[in-house]
């Protein structure tokens, strides 16, 4: 995940360059791939913040686990709902890496093909033949 935020970064920054050095139809594409950029980052660190909270919550867990059992305590119920938030946090930090793929996807469909084409019309691009 963090991998995909530093390449959504560095192309950013490679297209503001290119957006403060063209005008027209170059700078209006330019700026337009940006907006999905700072969207697509902003999904990706929503994705690494969820996966950080599950990481703290296994780790809470694990102490959890570990004071329950040294004073004999009987909170299972703690356990549970600590085990339950972790899983919850991992599968929607999970969701959200998935909704930003495929966000990618559209968005490079977008790129390759045009604004013009229908999906009929992306699907049968999807391996150009130049």
């Given at each position: 995940?963090t991998?995909?935020?530093s390449?959504?970064?560095?192309?950013s920054?490679?297209?503001?360059?290119?957006?403060?050095?063209?005008?027209?139809?170059?700078?209006?594409?330019?700026?337009?791939?940006l907006?999905?950029?700072?969207?697509?980052a902003?999904?990706?660190?929503?994705?690494?913040?969820?996966?950080?909270?599950?990481?703290?919550?296994?780790a809470?867990?694990?102490?959890?686990?570990f004071?329950?059992?040294?004073?004999?305590?009987?909170?299972?119920?703690?356990?549970?709902l600590?085990?339950?938030a972790?899983?919850?946090?991992?599968?929607?930090?999970l969701?959200?890496?998935i909704?930003?793929?495929n966000?990618?996807?559209?968005?490079?469909?977008?790129?390759?093909?045009?604004?013009?084409?229908g999906?009929g019309?992306?699907?049968?691009?999807?391996?150009?033949?130049?």
């Amino acid at each position: 995940m963090t991998n995909r935020l530093s390449r959504v970064i560095d192309r950013s920054r490679n297209l503001l360059a290119l957006s403060e050095r063209t005008s027209g139809t170059a700078r209006t594409r330019a700026l337009a791939q940006l907006d999905i950029l700072w969207k697509q980052a902003r999904l990706i660190r929503l994705a690494i913040l969820l996966a950080a909270i599950s990481v703290l919550l296994a780790a809470c867990l694990i102490i959890l686990i570990f004071i329950i059992a040294l004073f004999k305590l009987d909170d299972a119920w703690v356990i549970s709902l600590t085990f339950v938030a972790c899983m919850l946090a991992l599968i929607a930090s999970l969701t959200v890496f998935i909704t930003d793929i495929n966000r990618s996807l559209t968005a490079l469909r977008v790129e390759l093909f045009g604004h013009g084409h229908g999906e009929g019309n992306a699907a049968r691009s999807e391996s150009p033949k130049d």
